[in-house]
């Protein structure tokens, strides 16, 4: 009876302006980061709400409350642009065949909108998810950190 090769696993990790995608089952048992699967929001929505607003004074938000309301909706409107954008890639590589079982791994909001937002074939793949936010630590203390 022929063997199995063992899963290839990725953990996405991620907050609402950062992800990385680290490849978990390389065969020397260290974690390395994919490559070229670093992503970083460019919050274009609050950068054009900011730039309309520069040199204004800030009394001017104060008499106009509906703009810091704006730029609450561009904050919302990034988040959800970079999340759809980083499952687009995710996904692609599913469908690719690079992976074949996927950790999430970020706090429970961002959970919570990974969950609403990600396609059905891509939420099949997932092995677990791990409420925490681990964007800063380095990809080799990974593996420790989800064991």
């Known amino acids: 009876m022929p063997e199995h090769p063992p899963p290839r696993r990725w953990a996405l990790v991620m907050d609402a302006t950062r992800a990385r995608i680290v490849d978990l089952s390389s065969p020397d048992g260290t974690i390395q980061p994919v490559e070229g699967r670093v992503f970083r929001s460019d919050q274009r929505h609050l950068r054009r709400i900011i730039a309309d607003m520069s040199g204004q004074a800030v009394d001017r938000l104060r008499s106009h409350p509906g703009k810091i309301e704006t730029g609450t909706d561009a904050i919302h409107a990034d988040e959800r642009e970079f999340l ?9 590589r599913r469908e690719a065949d690079e992976f074949d079982l996927l950790t999430l791994v970020a706090l429970p909001p961002v ?3 990974i969950q609403t937002v990600m396609p059905a074939g891509l939420r099949q793949r997932i092995e677990r998810t791990v409420p925490a936010d681990m964007t800063s630590i380095p990809a080799s203390d990974i593996r420790r950190r989800l064991s």
């Not at 759809?84 to 692609?92: A, F, G, S, Y």
């Open 111 to 113: 959970l919570d909108k």
């Open 84 to 92: 759809e954008t980083v499952l687009r890639i995710v996904q692609q």
